[in-house]
T-cell receptor, first 118, second 117 residues
Framework: SQTIHQWPATLVQPVGSPLSLECTVE??????LYWYRQAAGRGLQLLFY??????ISSEVPQNLSASRPQDRQFILSSKKLLLSDSGFYLC?????????????????FGPGTRLTVL | AQSVTQLDSQVPVFEEAPVELRCNYS??????LFWYVQYPNQGLQLLLK??????LVKGINGFEAEFNKSQTSFHLRKPSVHISDTAEYFC???????????????FGRGTQLTVWP
């Protein structure tokens, strides 16, 4: 079965410090990977997605970046955190290749990382 | 791009009462529809999904949803709720573009369901 891991679970960082959040998926190959941010009362905001190693698409301009150094590893980074970067960060995966298109769209989420920027 | 509207940001109900959480989406030729549940400080868990076939979809924890194409709705229902159902519920829609390798989901803003004893 497939599992998705995120770490750390919680993080408190000062403004201006760097950030690195990691997400790994087990039990599948060539998944699509996603980073979402969930801010209080604002639902889920898609930040980045990736359909393959080194292929990153950004949804919104910001001071965050993403990388996919390995097939099942997705990293969210920042060089200098802002107060507005606080939130709950969720990684998700979906099947990259599927017999039925609908199965591409079912996303499975990790446990999340609670980031507080002070 | 799709837009997803969850009209109710908060739904308080008493235990054992029925509940309906509403979801509407912008029109499209074909869509796939999802409901996710999020318990405090956890990731999202898939509750149910509609891909094709019967418009009434049954999911986990006794929830069901009905796809109504003419009204572009996918409302979530449960005939009798428990305190453990207290959580945030998200409706999501995919455009289901054939030939695409990306499963892009558009999420609503969520509905907080609170079940009181």
């Amino acid at each position: 079965s497939q599992t998705i891991h995120q770490w750390p679970a919680t993080l408190v960082q000062p403004v201006g410090s760097p950030l690195s959040l990691e997400c790994t998926v087990e039990g599948t190959s060539n998944p699509n990977l996603y980073w979402y941010r969930q801010a209080a009362g604002r639902g889920l905001q898609l930040l980045f997605y990736s359909v393959g190693i080194g292929q990153i698409s950004s949804e919104v301009p910001q001071n965050l970046s993403a990388s996919r150094p390995q097939d099942r590893q997705f990293i969210l980074s920042s060089k200098k955190l802002l107060l507005s970067d606080s939130g709950f960060y969720l990684c998700a995966w979906s099947r990259g290749l599927a017999q039925w298109v609908g199965h591409l769209d079912t996303q499975y989420f990790g446990p999340g990382t609670r980031l507080t920027v002070l | 791009a799709q837009s997803v509207t969850q009209l109710d940001s908060q739904v308080p109900v008493f235990e054992e009462a029925p509940v309906e959480l509403r979801c509407n989406y912008s029109s499209s030729v074909s869509v796939y529809l999802f409901w996710y549940v999020q318990y405090p400080n956890q990731g999202l868990q898939l509750l149910l999904k509609y891909l094709s076939g019967s418009t009434l979809v049954k999911g986990i924890n006794g929830f069901e949803a009905e796809f109504n194409k003419s009204q572009t709705s996918f409302h979530l229902r449960k005939p009798s709720v428990h305190i453990s159902d207290t959580a945030e519920y998200f409706c999501a829609v995919s455009e289901g573009r054939r030939g695409s390798t990306l499963g892009r989901l558009y999420f609503g803003r969520g509905t907080q369901l609170t079940v009181w004893p």
